[in-house]
């Protein structure tokens, strides 16, 4: 294997002059990035400077308008937090992750889903409608939908918002679990609470 | 499992979520029911007496368009509210599945109206054969299979409410002559020939066009 092909099989994430636009108006502009496999980037900048169109990119739930984007895997091995959970609000919580643990072919869906909620704090609540749950319950929630088919990619938006001191701390050991193994791409407003763990930083102006 | 079981089970698993969905909101199928039987209760007062049975049968089809229309524009609802359908979006099953799954779900609401809105139509204004029964059956199918794409792409837009109507109705056209056609004119079967076929083609069109749909 030559030096060129064994860079690129470590490689997970390669943007490079990534450019977005919605109408005339442009949201992310010349971005290159490179994340190797097992890397953890963290993502910053201001509001309205992109950081969710630029994971929402790497995603694939959206398309670059210019430049390349490659991302190694296929959708089984993505996790993805966003600003939204991206659960069924009048499911409830073990609903919601059998439905996805189904979608995404999750043998044992129904254990990972009870150890999931647990180490949440929602298992007191796994049958309680989504929508009858507070913000921060809500985005543990994500979280468990995002980490239930064991993903070799992660990529978190803000992944702290609305969680409480006890939520946060419970993600904080998650991340530090899963780095090193897991590919992590991470926006955030608070660099320094991910700050032992970064491998790469990404600031978007 | 094979891949086809799997697509099954996928398609089994998201239809019985908006089934159970509805069941437990119930803000789409009791509004179906009472807008058709209110339709035709409406009509019957509205129609001379005396009137062919051809012009009831017309007025039955609006009825039911304008019915699985209610229907439809609820149906990508849940998938809305708290980002869903972006959920689905990125699982790793086929992603046409999704739309398999949203069809049958309201063509299930749609067929409950129906079980209402045909005997109230026998009632009121003319018996209802097999051959207009298997009319409705079929037009229902195409009905579900265009409108669950329509309604997914109408979702995606701001002015959700005015543009799912005008896709829906002018596709819908087709599907309102060869039920009408099937019910009153005495050629019935070669109406359901052509709704048969209708159901081919855009069920295949839809099927194969769903991801570029709900992907950006």
Same mark, same amino acid.
């Given at each position: 294997?030559?030096?060129?092909?064994?860079?690129?099989?470590?490689?997970?994430?390669?943007?490079?002059?990534?450019?977005?636009?919605?109408?005339?108006?442009?949201?992310?502009?010349?971005?290159?990035? !490179?994340?190797?496999?097992?890397?953890?980037?963290?993502?910053?900048?201001?509001?309205?400077?992109?950081?969710?169109?630029?994971?929402?990119?790497?995603?694939?739930?959206?398309?670059?308008?210019?430049?390349?984007?490659?991302?190694?895997?296929?959708?089984?091995?993505?996790?993805?937090?966003?600003?939204?959970?991206?659960?069924?609000?009048?499911?409830?919580?073990?609903?919601?992750?059998?439905?996805?643990?189904?979608?995404?072919?999750?043998?044992?869906?129904?254990?990972?889903?009870?150890?999931?909620?647990?180490?949440?704090?929602?298992?007191?609540?796994?049958?309680?409608?989504?929508?009858?749950?507070?913000?921060?319950?809500?985005?543990?929630?994500?979280?468990?939908?995002?980490?239930?088919?064991?993903?070799?990619?992660? !990529?978190?938006?803000?992944?702290?918002?609305?969680?409480?001191?006890?939520?946060?701390?419970?993600?904080?050991?998650?991340?530090?679990?899963?780095?090193?193994?897991?590919?992590?791409?991470?926006?955030?407003?608070?660099?320094?609470?991910?700050?032992?763990?970064?491998?790469?930083?990404?600031?978007?102006? | 499992?094979?891949?086809?079981?799997?697509?099954?089970?996928?398609?089994?698993?998201?239809?019985?979520?908006?089934?159970?969905?509805?069941?437990?909101?119930?803000?789409?199928?009791?509004?179906?029911?009472?807008?058709?039987?209110?339709?035709?209760?409406?009509?019957?007062?509205?129609?001379?007496?005396?009137?062919?049975?051809?012009?009831?049968?017309?007025?039955?089809?609006?009825?039911?368009?304008?019915?699985?229309?209610?229907?439809?524009?609820?149906?990508?609802?849940?998938?809305?509210?708290?980002?869903?359908?972006?959920?689905?979006?990125?699982?790793?099953?086929?992603?046409?599945?999704?739309?398999?799954?949203?069809?049958?779900?309201?063509?299930?609401?749609?067929?409950?109206?129906?079980?209402?809105?045909?005997? *109230?139509?026998?009632?009121?204004? *003319?018996?209802?054969?097999?051959?207009?029964?298997?009319?409705?059956?079929?037009?229902?199918?195409?009905?579900?299979?265009?409108?669950?794409?329509?309604?997914?792409?109408?979702?995606?837009?701001?002015?959700?409410?005015?543009?799912?109507?005008?896709?829906?109705?002018?596709?819908?056209?087709?599907?309102?002559?060869?039920?009408?056609?099937?019910?009153?004119?005495?050629?019935?079967?070669?109406?359901?020939?052509?709704?048969?076929?209708?159901?081919?083609?855009?069920?295949?069109?839809?099927?194969?066009?769903?991801?570029?749909?709900?992907?950006?």
């Amino acid at each position: 294997m030559t030096g060129v092909a064994t860079a690129a099989a470590r490689l997970v994430v390669r943007g490079e002059s990534l450019e977005k636009r919605y109408g005339r108006k442009r949201v992310l502009r010349g971005v290159s990035f !490179v994340v190797p496999r097992g890397g953890f980037l963290v993502v910053t900048g201001a509001n309205g400077a992109g950081k969710t169109t630029l994971l929402r990119l790497v995603a694939g739930l959206a398309a670059p308008t210019r430049g390349v984007l490659e991302v190694w895997g296929d959708r089984r091995d993505l996790g993805f937090v966003g600003h939204e959970p991206l659960v069924y609000q009048e499911l409830t919580a073990l609903e919601n992750l059998e439905l996805f643990g189904r979608l995404y072919r999750v043998a044992d869906r129904r254990e990972r889903s009870g150890m999931l909620l647990e180490r949440f704090g929602l298992w007191d609540a796994r049958s309680d409608r989504v929508s009858t749950y507070s913000r921060g319950m809500v985005q543990r929630l994500a979280l468990c939908r995002a980490l239930l088919h064991d993903p070799a990619l992660l !990529v978190l938006d803000e992944p702290f918002t609305a969680l409480d001191e006890d939520g946060a701390g419970v993600l904080d050991t998650e991340l530090a679990a899963l780095a090193g193994e897991c590919t992590v791409i991470l926006s955030t407003h608070d660099p320094a609470r991910v700050d032992a763990l970064a491998t790469d930083r990404l600031v978007l102006a | 499992m094979s891949a086809l079981t799997l697509y099954a089970s996928d398609v089994v698993a998201l239809a019985r979520k908006d089934l159970r969905l509805e069941l437990r909101a119930r803000d789409t199928l009791p509004a179906m029911l009472l807008f058709v039987l209110s339709t035709l209760v409406v009509f019957h007062f509205a129609l001379p007496t005396g009137t062919a049975d051809d012009a009831a049968f017309g007025l039955l089809w609006i009825a039911l368009v304008f019915t699985a229309l209610l229907g439809l524009a609820r149906a990508w609802a849940p998938e809305r509210e708290g980002g869903a359908l972006d959920g689905l979006v990125l699982a790793p099953c086929d992603r046409s599945a999704i739309w398999l799954g949203k069809t049958l779900a309201v063509l299930v609401f749609l067929t409950a109206a129906e079980l209402v809105a045909l005997p *109230a139509f026998a009632l009121f204004f *003319a018996p209802v054969d097999l051959v207009a029964v298997a009319g409705v059956v079929l037009a229902s199918i195409g009905i579900c299979a265009v409108g669950s794409l329509l309604a997914a792409m109408a979702a995606a837009s701001r002015g959700r409410e005015v543009i799912l109507p005008l896709l829906f109705l002018p596709l819908a056209i087709p599907l309102v002559v060869g039920g009408v056609g099937a019910g009153i004119s005495p050629q019935g079967a070669s109406y359901l020939t052509f709704l048969g076929l209708y159901d081919l083609v855009f069920a295949i069109l839809a099927w194969a066009t769903f991801e570029y749909v709900i992907t950006e």
